[in-house]
């Protein structure tokens, strides 16, 4: 893959901070993405050598069919600290490099980890979204940011995630009875057709299978 665009990595939360205003709003939250989608990827990431090295992975499945296709991992120096709000900077540079190494382009990425769903609308799905100028969708675990009602237990219930009086995602529930997922657009995928693509790409784990594949292969040795 080709990477669209890069910038100067940051050194402090400062200058993490200027580049998330900056790119903050060329982030597109309405649907740009193929009719017909034929690969989806996962991209997840893990650390080794007490954190001091990232490894970075990707998985590319096949659509609708959701087979493995292509891995790719890379590993580098990790040069930004632990820091929930800027876990991009440290994570998507390794990210870049794994991307850079696939041979199967995907027509859609989930990231693990948030997209506008962000204090500054910038998390890593949006962030290597603009980068890569690849739909993307952040597929979180965990909350950030926001605030939502009750999700009922069935598969497939949501509730929007509200942040400021704005809906900046979606708390789903991808399995009955299990702990939800926080999706929100990345960029060039509405919010809609990220909760579709991520209920498409999950089967029996609470994890879609993009995400599930990845993270092994990030956190396997």
Not at 108 to 133: E, F, K, N, T, V
Not at 158 to 187: C, D, F, M
Request: contains cysteine; hydrophobic residues 40%.
């Amino acid at each position: 893959m080709n990477i669209a665009q890069q910038h100067t990595w940051p050194s402090t939360v400062e200058e993490a901070i200027a580049i998330q205003e900056t790119l903050r709003n060329q982030t597109l939250t309405e649907d740009n993405l193929p009719e017909n989608v034929q690969y989806v990827a996962g991209v997840d990431m893990g650390f080794e050598a007490d954190g001091t090295i990232s490894r970075a992975a990707v998985a590319v499945l096949s659509f609708p069919d959701l087979q493995v296709v292509e891995t790719q991992l890379a590993r580098r120096p990790t040069t930004f600290p632990y820091i929930p709000g800027f876990l991009s900077f440290r994570e998507i540079p390794a990210v870049l490099d794994a991307l850079e190494k696939v041979k199967i382009t995907p027509d859609i990425i989930l990231c693990d980890g948030q997209g506008i769903a962000h204090p500054r609308r910038l998390g890593i799905a949006s962030h290597l979204g603009l980068l890569i100028d690849m739909p993307t969708i952040g597929v979180a675990k965990s909350l950030l940011i926001g605030k939502y009602q009750d999700v009922p237990e069935t598969k497939g219930s949501w509730q929007p995630l509200i942040h400021k009086n704005e809906t900046i995602g979606a708390v789903l529930r991808t399995r009955t009875g299990v702990k939800p997922l926080y999706i929100s657009s990345g960029h060039r995928v509405s919010l809609p057709t990220a909760i579709n693509y991520v209920m498409r790409c999950t089967t029996k784990y609470r994890l879609p299978e993009t995400t599930r594949i990845a993270d092994k292969l990030a956190s396997s040795r």
